[in-house]
């Protein structure tokens, strides 16, 4: 009985510790530099996946997709996943960079705090190839 009232204690402890850890995927953050880099090549694919999203341009919207990504989202779904995903969020107004995962498989994640018309408080996460062209291998939207 002493034992389980110690271990009761450090167990719940650990739950804590872990439960406070930041959300997102598990990988190395990176330096400042590091960032700029990524950023030269993300924000440009960035741009052009919003722009096609706020128009409805399944082309401008995916040209920076990996094969995989295309396939996870077809042609023939964006307009219906388009749809559902407006009216959930509203129209895309602006986002902010909060910060930047280089995984174990050499993919990096751009985490974003993004701002939609019904919404302002949506973490959007992008996750690029590790070899250039870097292109978009997964999208989140998480509200």
Known sequence: MKKFLILLP????CSLLTACQPPGPSGTM???ADQKAVLAFSEPEIDNMLDGLKTGDYDVF?????EEMRQALPREEFEQWKKERDARLGWYLRREVEGMVK???GTYTVIYQA??????NVLMRVVFEADPPHRISSLWFDK
Do not use: C, E, K, W
């Not at 450090?10 to 402890?13: D, F, G, P």
């Not at 701002?115 to 302002?120: L, S």
């Open 10 to 13: 450090a167990v719940y402890l």
């Open 103 to 105: 995984r174990s498989d």
């Open 115 to 120: 701002y939609f018309a019904f919404n302002d």
């Open 62 to 66: 995916s040209q920076d997709f990996s």
């Open 30 to 32: 990176l330096s400042a």
